[in-house]
């Protein structure tokens, strides 16, 4: 259900109303009193951002010095309500030069009642892109003194751009070199017991676009994924290529992306938006290969000595290689003393966070370096309680190696000027929560 917004107000700390717009005439101009009396001066404004007073729902959220609070008399969809507060902040920052506070509203009042007319039609969201409204209002806000960003020059064409199907990219762009640049960034959650069974094992991935094409080109990108073979297949009246596939969960998609071509046909099509962009956003949580795998044995050597030795193993190919490896090793709280000895790398150990730290620049694929060390500890007769090991935690980065196994199987570049593309793809897979209890 959409927001159906019957009024917007910008409040500052003390309370004082600094702009409000009324959308519709289902509630009264001392809404903010009833605000400022039951919330503001009751100190409630960090409990909970949404609240009801007498039969209408008040959304608010504070930015900097500011309070943007969305009056609604009827039951709306509070995540697009705080949607649309994020959005239109951003919009007015591209107008400000950056800076969104008392002052750059105090500043700008003419201007924030344009936009606000503009983006919000009798309570319902209307469009935010500030690459679109700058096209046809194109009035300069005051812009803060420590602000250097330039301003941006409108273009022609307004009414193709505001009333056309492609709202997020401008007609007229060319580049002599037309490159696209494909990153597949995944974070690795892991979370391993002691013997070295797997408790909770999941990926979440993005797939992050950079473009610079000419014209309007229309892209078709090709995963691995189970569901889009099955579809092709269907399709083209052949069997499936052997290979691995993947399911993807929770996926979702940048609003460039046709989602009737991919529910019909389970492809990626879209028209990107010029630049740096993110395509799409998924899960996958059967079939992860891990990048490490954590051998940690401690011992407890009375009350005050500890022998700790952990082996780390790389599983990803023998030619690839993780960068920034950190691996940390919890040891109590009392430590005196640490002695080490590694295969590789540099240890140390950090009393501020009561860990071993163990620094591994550059870790190549199928090789076990190993660390072994001795601790002492301070025996204290107040300290009877036993230690409670926290699990080893790491760190790290693998270029062109995915966990999911996800793999592009081909990014087709189609625009009527019939121009050459260079794609380039890149994979890389980080640590997220990589946790090994010990």
């Known amino acids: 259900m959409p927001v159906s917004a019957s009024a917007i107000y910008f409040l500052n700390l003390r309370g004082d109303v600094l702009i409000n717009r009324l959308y519709r005439d289902d509630v009264g101009g001392n809404m903010v009193d009833a605000f ?10 960090g409990t909970c951002p949404v609240r009801q007073i007498g039969g209408c729902s008040f959304f608010y959220m504070r930015i900097s010095n500011v309070y943007i609070v969305i009056v609604v008399s009827s039951n709306a969809n509070v995540a697009c309500a705080f949607k649309f507060v994020v959005e239109a902040v951003a919009l007015f920052k591209s107008y400000f030069g950056g800076a969104f506070d008392e002052d750059a509203i105090r500043n700008n009042f003419v201007l924030i009642y344009e936009l606000l007319d503009e983006i919000m039609d009798f309570g319902y969201p209307q469009n935010l892109s500030p690459e679109i409204l700058k096209l046809y209002i194109t009035q300069e806000g005051v812009r803060s003194p420590f602000s250097s960003k330039p301003t941006d020059k409108p273009v022609p064409n307004a009414t193709l751009q505001v009333t056309g199907a492609v709202g997020w990219r401008r007609e007229g762009l060319v580049y002599k070199k037309n490159e696209v ?16 069974s797997v ?11 950079k473009c610079f094409l ?17 579809k092709e297949s269907q399709l083209k ?15 979702t998609f940048h609003q460039c992306v046709n989602l009737t071509r991919f529910n019909s046909e389970k492809t990626v099509s879209f028209v990107p938006p010029d630049g740096e962009f993110e395509l799409m956003k998924y899960r996958i949580t059967e079939g992860v290969n891990l990048p490490f795998r954590v051998l940690p044995t401690i011992k407890e050597l009375g009350r005050t000595r500890m022998e700790v030795n952990v082996k780390v193993k790389s599983v990803f190919g023998a030619k690839m290689f993780a960068l920034g490896v950190v ?18 790398g540099r240890a140390k150990y950090n009393a501020s966070i009561d860990c071993l730290v163990w620094k591994i620049r550059k870790f190549p694929g199928q090789t076990e370096p190993t660390l072994s060390a001795e601790v002492e500890l301070i025996s204290t007769m107040a300290e009877k309680k036993s230690w409670t090991r926290p699990p080893i935690q790491m760190e790290f980065q693998v270029p062109m190696f995915t966990a999911s196994g996800l793999r592009v199987r081909f990014l087709k570049v189609w625009e009527k000027s019939g121009y050459n593309t260079v794609e380039w793809v890149r994979y890389i897979t980080k640590a997220g929560s990589y946790e090994i209890r010990c």
Not at 201 to 206: A, L, S, W
Not at 237 to 251: A, F, H, M, N, Y
Request: glycine share 6%; net charge positive; hydrophobic share 35%.
């Open 36 to 45: 400022r009396t039951h919330i503001m001066q009751t100190k409630e404004l």
């Open 237 to 251: 009246s052949r069997p499936t290529k052997s290979g691995k596939t993947i399911e993807l969960d929770d996926v």
């Open 199 to 209: 408790l909770r094992c999941d990926v979440t991935g993005k797939i992050l676009m």
């Open 327 to 344: 691996i940390k090793i919890p040891v109590p709280k009392q430590t005196a003393k640490t002695s080490f000895q590694v295969t590789t």
């Open 214 to 230: 000419s014209g309007m080109p229309d892209l078709k990108l090709g995963l691995n994924d189970k569901i889009g073979l099955e």
């Open 181 to 196: 640049f494909l990153d597949i960034v995944e974070s690795v959650n892991l979370l391993m017991s002691s013997k070295g």
